[in-house]
Nanobody, 114 residues
Framework: QVQLVESGGGLVQAGGSLRLSCAAA????????MGWYRQTPGKQRELVAT???????TYVDSVKGRFTISRDNAKNTVYLQMNRLKPEDTAVYYC????????WGQGTQVIVSS
């Protein structure tokens, strides 16, 4: 059964750091372009970072220089290192493919206090 399990969220003060993990129970994980998304109440889910199978990355402007996405294909896991967090980063964070082709996981809540 295809499954995405996100973890690592929590409550952190502005300026702090968190590292999110997403374990993907899916075949041929390495071929997928994986992304981290975030969603706040009343808003659409936003793609914030993408990592290609070879390790190339892209970021939305609001997180460039603060977030780093990476992957470990041997562990079927994608990570999001978040540094210099801001209150506006508060959201539920999800992982999925760039085309959102897998069932969504439960997400992990990140709360950044000012």
């Amino acid at each position: 059964q295809v499954q995405l399990v996100e973890s690592g969220g929590g409550l952190v003060q502005a300026g702090g750091s968190l590292r999110l993990s997403c374990a993907a129970a899916v075949s041929h994980f390495s071929i997928y372009i994986m992304g981290w998304y975030r969603q706040t109440p009343g808003k659409q889910r936003e793609l914030v970072a993408t990592v290609y199978s070879g390790g190339s990355t892209t970021y939305v402007d609001s997180v460039k220089g603060r977030f780093t996405i990476s992957r470990d294909n041997a562990k079927n896991t994608v990570y999001l290192q978040m540094n210099r967090l801001k209150p506006e980063d508060t959201a539920v964070y999800y992982c999925n493919t760039q085309s959102q082709s897998l069932p969504w996981g439960q997400g992990t809540q990140v709360i950044v206090s000012s």
